[in-house]
Nanobody, 129 residues
Framework: QVQLVESGGGLVQAGGSLRLSCVIA????????TGWFRQAPGVEREFVEA????????YYTDSVKGRFTISRDNAKNTVYLQMNSLKPEDTAVYYC??????????????????????WGQGTQVTVSS
């Protein structure tokens, strides 16, 4: 059984920063690809960033380019999402997800929510203007 627990969300002013953490239990990070998604009220869940199983490749959506960075610490089995220059439109519940697949990779693969096998419970990020 794989479990993901996110933390680090909160209320921040526009222009501020937050770092989200996702601790993964039941699998080592080197055996899973990991993604961050977000969902605002009344909006479909949206891909934010992902890191491949190898850890060598990262993918992001254009709206967070230059502001958000995904990284991971294999020793802590934790994936991070560093969010800088936050904007009110970044307000959403942020979810961490893990992909156990071994055959596919690439941008289109990791951007698809259907790729992921396990999801965390989400952490709220609210950016005030």
């Amino acid at each position: 059984q794989v479990q993901l627990v996110e933390s680090g969300g909160g209320l921040v002013q526009a222009g501020g920063s937050l770092r989200l953490s996702c601790v993964i239990a039941g699998r080592t990070l080197s055996s899973v690809g990991t993604g961050w998604f977000r969902q605002a009220p009344g909006v479909e869940r949206e891909f934010v960033e992902a890191i491949s199983r190898s850890g060598y490749n990262t993918y992001y959506t254009d709206s967070v380019k230059g502001r958000f960075t995904i990284s991971r610490d294999n020793a802590k089995n934790t994936v991070y999402l560093q969010m800088n220059s936050l904007k009110p439109e970044d307000t959403a519940v942020y979810y961490c997800a893990a992909d156990l697949g071994i055959y596919y990779t690439g941008s289109n693969y990791y951007r698809d929510a259907a790729t992921y096998d396990y999801w965390g419970q989400g952490t709220q990020v609210t950016v005030s203007s």
